[in-house]
């Protein structure tokens, strides 16, 4: 898990070239001219996701993770908070890896803030909890990157 401003995304170009091409293209991309929806990038190998929604309480989010897709989390309006697990030997709680590449746990998480502008990075081996109320109650705009990891 990385969290970081978004003008420092050259500093994780190294981490492979399609991390590399997901920055650039966020980084190039003017955020106010889409709206919420899916976006291809790159087939089924990199698509964008502009999400628009009110942040949750803690107990209303669930932790998550992926196996096909890394996922760069841009915040582009607002502020939500967000859980972080290294994933270890956890078993999920519900399985829809199938249908939608997403797995739900039920663990404790370290908790953060990701403020307009900056960005989480969640590899397949990092559990995550999105979309927390951070301060009060508040509609986010939210741009999430997948980016294919595995064939």
């Known amino acids: 898990m990385i969290l970081d401003r978004i003008e420092n995304y ?4 190294g981490l492979g070239i399609n991390i590399k091409k997901g920055f650039d293209f966020l980084a190039k991309t003017d955020f106010s001219k889409l709206e919420a929806g899916k976006y291809p990038v790159d087939g089924e190998n990199m698509f964008l996701l ?8 803690k ?13 760069i989390q841009l915040m582009i309006e607002g502020s939500e908070v967000m859980g972080y697990v290294a ?7 519900e ?16 908790f953060f ?5 900056e960005f989480a990075l969640f590899f397949p081996t990092d559990l995550h ?4 109320v ?3 109650k508040r509609t986010v705009k939210k741009a999430v990157l997948k980016i294919k990891a595995i064939e």
């Not at 209303?60 to 996922?71: A, M, V």
């Not at 199938?98 to 746990?105: H, P, Q, S, T, W």
């Not at 909890?129 to 927390?132: H, L």
């Open 59 to 71: 107990a209303e989010c669930k932790l998550e993770s992926h196996q096909k897709y890394i996922d």
């Open 113 to 117: 803030e990701v403020k307009q502008g």
């Open 134 to 136: 951070a301060h009060t």
């Open 95 to 110: 399985n829809f890896l199938a249908e939608k590449d997403l797995l739900f746990y039920n663990e404790p998480a370290t």
């Open 50 to 57: 502009i999400n628009e929604y009110e942040t949750k309480s």
């Open 10 to 13: 050259s500093l994780y170009s």
């Open 129 to 132: 909890q999105p979309g927390i």
């Open 87 to 93: 994933k270890n030997e956890q078993q999920p709680t």
